[in-house]
């Protein structure tokens, strides 16, 4: 999947590709969020041709080595985040989720912390999610789903 979805903050345009956004909803999912949310994910799985529901646990995580063919990697195209406390609090974010809560973020329309907004704005200039700690994921998700920071 190497599709490109473009950003715009402060007049400049950005290119986030779907492995970048797809890694932001992964570590979401891993455990970013999973202070407050049951998380699961939709994998596509061009391989087999098919999309298909996944339970995320520890045994998903694939490193992702530089030398490794980056095709091979699964991409999540979406992913739902329940409240565990309360299953109607949430919902499902797709890729295009994400890239809107980044730019809402990173152009100054959500209020996060200033130092998850830095790291967020260097990840998306340099358009390398690896700095996109999970803190920052779970920031992002939430943007997403509520237009604010609902669980701390």
Known sequence: MKTRTTITIDGASYELSAEFL???LELAVEGGSS????ASGEAADD???NEGVRDFD???YV????DADDDDAPLYTSATFLASKDPAQGGTLDLQGV???IERIVGGDAEVPEAIREIISAAVEEGDPSDIDTEAADCIV???LFDEIVFS
């Open 22 to 24: 797809s890694h932001v």
């Open 35 to 38: 202070y407050w949310a049951d």
């Open 47 to 49: 391989r087999q041709g």
């Open 58 to 60: 520890l045994t998903d």
């Open 142 to 144: 939430q943007i997403g």
């Open 99 to 101: 890239a809107d809560a």
């Open 63 to 66: 490193e992702h080595d530089s």
